[in-house]
């Protein structure tokens, strides 16, 4: 199917994208959507004839356990709502720990990369079968961004790739972003990826800007698309015709004539690169597959991804192999992730806090897991600071509590009842 070009619909530009002129479709984030109705801007826009994909963040296909049957439910509700040609979500794990690992669950917020290794391969395959099972309309995958690489992988990206489009027959969705994003990061060359990807493969293709800080590439979707990851789109171009293109901004949304001229540049990119020579080089052979392979795949990945999570969350020593600065790099992005996130769900709280409340959260996260959602952790949050008598400004503390009591329904805990809670779930490993 055609998609043309589209870009990333937000409800904070929602009023901007219907009046960008030249759009074919839009990809709206599926966890931020209804199961039983739509945005009033996503139903005018589907009145206009304008397709709409669902774009999955919370799956966590290349996670250890299976998926779970809700969200993909879930999933697949908002696909029949949007009358979706096809669904997408992501090439990473989100959460890790529980009964395969036999340790406690622990919540990234964010997209991790998973190993390139045969395990995972097999773990992912699977997923990926369990999902297209119920899903009503196909699905495409997206490779991701990362800070970090994993120690003894068996596989490039794009034979890790290749073999899973052989083995599940999925789509994918390509971003162009991310793949410099591993250029910068772990000095992969975006060329021999995509010379090593089945292009034909392709459902459609991100495009999207990032920021470079102390030789570290940040996958931001918050700044403008620079030339660099134009230019990944081009030698992306000059091998295949994408059925699709899609601008991406999930922060610090720019005025809309900002967003019209990265959408132009776009176009631009792929006129050129399409008038150019076509780069046709043989995709290499699948890498071969160990002649000798050993049952519990997923058991080995639970573990090995739960050391890798552990060690970015709670503070846990780093497993071996990994960079430690850039485990370092990566915690703190979460942190701060989390910390973003958090100031959004409960506004309140920077409000009360002022400009100490970042750094009393990212105190507060260096080793305690998210558990429950960033609802509950804005409330564990409050909770810790009113235990430990902060803020000191006493009006701001009696604001504090005035909204931890409104949302927990309940006294904050004394100190004490603190410390006996701590003891105990040390106690029962929780």
Same mark, same amino acid.
């Given at each position: ?20 002129? $030249? ?22 826009? /589907? ?15 290349? *996670?250890?356990? /299976?998926?779970?049957? &809700?969200?993909?439910? $879930? ?39 998973? +190993?390139?290794?045969?395990? @995972? ?24 961004? %990362? !800070? ?9 990206? *794009?034979?890790?790739? @290749? ?39 392709? @459902?459609?293709?991100?495009?999207? &800007? ?24 081009? &030698? ?5 015709? +994408? ?32 008038? &150019?020579?076509?780069?046709? /080089? ?12 050993? %049952? ?20 846990? +020593? ?9 485990? *370092?790099?990566?915690?703190?992005? !979460? ?66 509590? !005035? ?10 805990? /004394? ?11 040390? !106690?029962?490993?929780?």
């Amino acid at each position: 199917m055609k998609l043309g070009i589209g870009i990333g619909w937000r409800p904070e530009i929602a009023d901007a994208v219907e009046a960008l002129p $030249g759009i074919d479709w839009v990809e709206a984030v599926s966890e931020n959507l209804c199961t039983d109705h739509l945005p009033e801007s996503l139903v005018r826009l /589907r009145e206009r004839g304008v397709t709409v994909v669902p774009h999955g963040v919370s799956l966590g296909l290349g *996670g250890a356990e /299976r998926p779970d049957p &809700g969200r993909l439910a $879930g999933l697949a509700a908002r696909a029949g709502l949007l009358g979706a040609p096809l669904v997408t979500e992501h090439i990473a794990f989100v959460r890790a720990g529980g009964p395969l690992s036999a340790s406690q669950p622990l919540e990234a917020g964010h997209l991790l990369p998973v +190993p390139r290794t045969w395990d @995972a391969l097999d773990v992912l395959c699977e997923n990926v079968r369990i999902a297209q099972d119920s899903l009503p309309v196909p699905l495409a995958l997206e490779n991701i961004a %990362a !800070l970090i690489s994993w120690p003894g992988e068996e596989l490039t990206e *794009g034979q890790f790739l @290749a073999e899973l489009v052989e083995r599940t027959g999925v789509r994918l969705l390509i971003d162009v972003a991310n793949l410099h994003t591993n250029h910068v990061n772990r000095g992969e060359d975006p060329a021999t990826e995509l010379d090593e990807l089945p292009v034909e493969a392709i @459902a459609y293709v991100h495009v999207a &800007g990032g920021v470079e800080k102390d030789g570290v590439w940040h996958d931001t979707h918050a700044h403008p698309v620079t030339r660099p990851v134009l230019d990944v789109l081009s &030698g992306l171009r000059s091998r295949v015709d +994408p059925p699709g293109v899609l601008l991406e901004r999930d922060d610090d949304f720019p005025p809309a004539e900002e967003l019209a001229g990265e959408l132009a540049a776009i176009r631009s990119t792929l006129a050129e690169a399409a008038s &150019g020579p076509r780069t046709v /080089r043989p995709r290499p052979a699948l890498a071969p597959e160990p002649s000798s392979r050993t %049952a519990g795949g997923r058991e080995r990945t639970a573990v090995a991804q739960t050391a890798l999570l552990s060690a970015l969350v709670a503070g846990t +020593p780093a497993p071996d192999g990994f960079d430690h600065r850039r485990l *370092g790099v990566q915690s703190h992005a !979460l942190a701060a992730k989390r910390a973003d996130v958090v100031a959004k769900v409960a506004p309140e709280l920077p409000g009360i806090l002022g400009d100490g409340y970042r750094k009393a959260f990212l105190a507060y996260a260096r080793n305690r897991p998210m558990s429950g959602g960033y609802r509950r952790d804005a409330l564990a949050f409050a909770e810790l600071l009113l235990v430990e008598g902060r803020p000191d400004d006493e009006a701001a503390r009696r604001r504090l509590t !005035l909204w931890w009591q409104d949302r927990a329904g309940s006294r904050p805990p /004394r100190r004490a009842t603190r410390l006996v809670r701590s003891a105990r779930a040390a !106690l029962l490993g929780k």
